[in-house]
């Protein structure tokens, strides 16, 4: 599964392996329940066992992996009751982003950053269409990155990024065996950020909660309970 992996150069080898392993949960190529070791991780990029342990303990501290006690880490599991609490958590975020820009705070963003949240939601929403499901896993987490960055709170940020992640985690496999994905992923990103532009909270509230809907009604659908 991770045979191919391209060798990790020597600086800044945590957050390099932290990164990769990222990529690798979230795209499903490392999947939930997976076990590994710190030696195991170690041999496949070629480097010493201090930076993965590193990386792995930041990865689990993120909510992305579990420490297994004198085995390992594991891939961590998430499920259908999960689910319907992480979307109730990044829509509290994102309501508290709104309050943010409600309260003045995009007059001090230049208009070359909403631009650039802007191209972001036009790629997510070109790969959501196209049902190119590795360029839409990217553009998305990229998007709300710069979304929650409207609200100048770093701590905010975060936390949505971890809940987007963990929310994409728990999608993956059920959306990778579909058999048509073009269309089936929201894909209004567009809309979201030109409603936040023009200050429009009432629209982009209204897009958020149609956006939660279409993802629980879809996960409904294609994970088994």
């Known amino acids: 599964m991770l045979a191919d992996t391209t060798p990790v150069k020597r600086n800044s ?64 599991r998430f499920g259908p009751d999960d689910f319907v609490s992480m979307v109730e958590a990044r829509n509290l975020v994102t309501e508290g982003i709104f309050q943010r820009i409600e309260g003045d705070q995009l007059r001090e963003v230049p208009a070359d950053v909403l631009a650039s949240v802007r191209r972001r939601g036009e790629a997510a929403a070109r790969a959501a269409r196209s049902g190119m499901l590795d360029v839409l896993i990217g553009c998305d987490i990229r998007f709300w990155r710069e979304v929650a960055a409207l609200s100048g709170n770093p701590h905010i940020c975060e936390f949505l990024d971890r809940i987007r992640t963990q929310t994409w985690m728990y999608s993956i496999p059920y959306l990778r065996a579909h058999p048509m994905l073009a269309g089936v992923c929201w894909s209004d990103h567009v809309e979201l950020v030109d409603a936040v532009r023009d200050r429009d909270l009432a629209a982009a509230r209204r897009i958020v909660a149609d956006y939660n809907e279409h993802a629980l009604a879809l996960m409904a659908k294609l994970a088994p309970r």
């Open 13 to 76: 080898l945590r957050q390099q392996i932290a990164d990769a392993l990222r990529d690798e949960v979230l795209t499903g190529r490392l999947p939930a329940g997976r076990d590994f070791t710190v030696k195991e991780i170690a041999e496949l990029y070629g480097v010493s066992a201090t930076p993965v342990r590193e990386a792995l303990v930041d990865l689990a501290a993120q909510g992305l992996l579990d420490v297994e006690q004198h085995r390992g880490f594991q891939v961590r």
